[in-house]
């Protein structure tokens, strides 16, 4: 069984988009996070939400809001995509201040 | 400042051979969690070894050991007898302030193991 699964694996869609990405996880873990990879291979956490707390990074526009249904899942909105926004999603998952569990990515295309 | 430090962005290694990969790291909190992924091309991360701060021995899984020197603020990854398939990107990252805010990650060091 996989432990975090997102969808889709791909995306592409077009600028002033409104697109979304879900997350799921069945590790029972506490926290769920989303990161985003550049095309150089950064890193950088975006969320992290721990029982309904919700810590942003600051560096993350307002376009991009995480929505949490329920414990064992973090989907992310993006409003009004650019072409900056063009990067592979990673959601993870972990008991708390432990290791994370990483989904396959989710490679965003934005034309 | 950069949070983590991996100064080796590219390394080849002869198959069999032992491989560090260096990571220093910078924080003024005294819990703190180190932890290395390996990124193969396909794209997934795969959680590799974790040391914490209070730990007193170095980590080890398998192949993989973290050499922790806690007064240098370094925490590198050493694979033993390395293979084909250890060829990925390597990420260094932490974990402050109790996990609230995630993990920093280093830049990546790119390994390619050479037959």
């Known amino acids: 069984d996989t432990a975090v699964s997102q969808t889709p694996k791909y995306l592409v869609t077009q600028m002033g988009n409104d697109k979304s990405i879900k997350c799921e996880q069945n590790l029972g873990h506490d926290t769920m996070y989303w990161y985003k990879q550049d095309s150089k291979k950064f890193l950088k956490i975006m969320f992290s939400y721990n029982n309904k707390e919700l810590i942003i990074n600051e560096t993350v526009p307002n376009r991009f809001s995480p929505k949490s249904p329920d414990k064992a899942h973090l989907n992310l909105h993006i409003n009004s995509l650019e072409l900056g926004d063009s990067a592979v999603y990673f959601c993870?998952?972990?008991?708390?201040?432990?290791?994370?569990?990483f989904g396959p990515g989710t490679r965003l295309t934005v034309t | 400042a950069q949070k983590i430090t991996q100064t080796q962005p590219g390394m080849f290694v002869q198959e069999k051979e032992a491989v560090t990969l260096d990571c220093t790291y910078d924080t003024s909190d005294q819990s703190y969690g180190l932890f290395w992924y390996k990124q193969p091309s396909s794209g997934e991360m795969i959680f590799l070894i974790y040391?914490?701060?209070?730990?007193?021995q170095n980590a080890t899984e398998g192949r993989y050991s973290l050499n922790f020197q806690k007064a240098r603020k370094s925490a590198n990854l050493v694979i033993s007898a390395s293979q084909l398939g250890d060829s990925a990107m390597y990420f260094c990252?932490?974990?402050?302030?109790?996990?609230?805010?995630?993990?920093?990650f280093g830049k990546g060091t790119h390994l390619i193991i050479q037959p």
């Open positions: 993870a998952s972990s008991p708390f201040g432990y290791e994370q569990y």
């Open positions: 990252a932490m974990r402050e302030k109790g996990g609230a805010d995630g993990l920093t």
């Open positions: 040391q914490g701060s209070y730990d007193e």
